[in-house]
């Protein structure tokens, strides 16, 4: 399995400032993934990161809010803009299995806990 | 036609019991089907995944069971262990579209 790690683990923010996530994967991958998971719920997929192409971002995302950075494999990076506390929740990488592995296996970083205040 | 129902919400077994999870989907293109585990605090792990083409699959302790008319699949966890506690998702995902679609998730306390 991919391993994956996330910057910052936890973050208390203020209302209307950014914070920028940061999602490294021990292996070159093609499809990495973020979501977000609110407290007790789901997780819903915010955006599709792919290398030297735009985020793809679902229904009720948009790319001001959210902006995505996928400069190489195994890097990418989440923006949370002008945060309001209803985006307190935590932030989810993850990734497709390394490349050539059956299934597409898609595996989690461990997250980043943001509180807005 | 994207969603995933899982039930119960939360569960509550005896050390040593089966435990249950049930989901179901309407998308006849889903073809992968992945149970993931989360403990508080952590990101989900990827615990079993099944394909259409078999109807059950072991790992260790856990069972996942499909059935492809009923259009349903469930995890079973054998003989389990305090553990075992967190919150299990089901997904769903279909070849030619990478995205997961997940259960609402289920809650699971073993007591012993």
């Known amino acids: 399995s991919a391993v994956i790690s996330q910057k910052p683990s936890r973050d208390i923010c203020q209302r209307g400032t950014s914070l920028t996530i940061q999602c490294q994967v021990d292996s070159q991958v093609t499809m990495m993934f973020w979501y977000r998971q609110q407290p007790g719920q789901s997780l819903t997929l915010i955006a599709t990161a792919n290398q030297g192409s735009e985020a793809t971002y679902e229904s009720g995302f948009v790319i001001d809010k959210f902006p995505i950075s996928r400069p190489n494999l195994t890097f990418s990076t989440l923006t949370v803009s002008n945060m309001s506390p209803e985006d307190s929740s935590i932030y989810l990488c993850?990734?497709?299995?390394?490349?050539?592995?059956?299934?597409?296996?898609?595996?989690f970083g461990p997250g980043t806990r943001l509180t807005v205040l | 036609q994207q969603q995933v129902k899982q039930s119960p919400q939360s569960l509550i077994v005896q050390k040593g019991g089966i435990p249950i999870i049930n989901c179901a989907y309407e998308n006849t293109a889903f073809d992968y089907f992945p149970w993931y585990q989360q403990f508080p605090g952590k990101g989900p792990a990827l615990l079993i995944a099944i394909r259409p083409d078999v109807s059950e699959k072991k790992e260790g302790r856990f069972t996942i069971s499909f059935n492809k008319s009923a259009k349903q699949f469930s995890l079973h966890i054998m003989d389990s262990q305090p553990g075992d506690s967190a919150t299990y998702f089901c997904a769903a995902r279909s070849g030619g579209n990478e995205k997961l679609t997940f259960g609402t998730g289920t809650r699971l306390t073993i007591i012993p």
């Open positions: 993850s990734v497709e299995g390394k490349r050539g592995a059956p299934y597409n296996e898609q595996f």
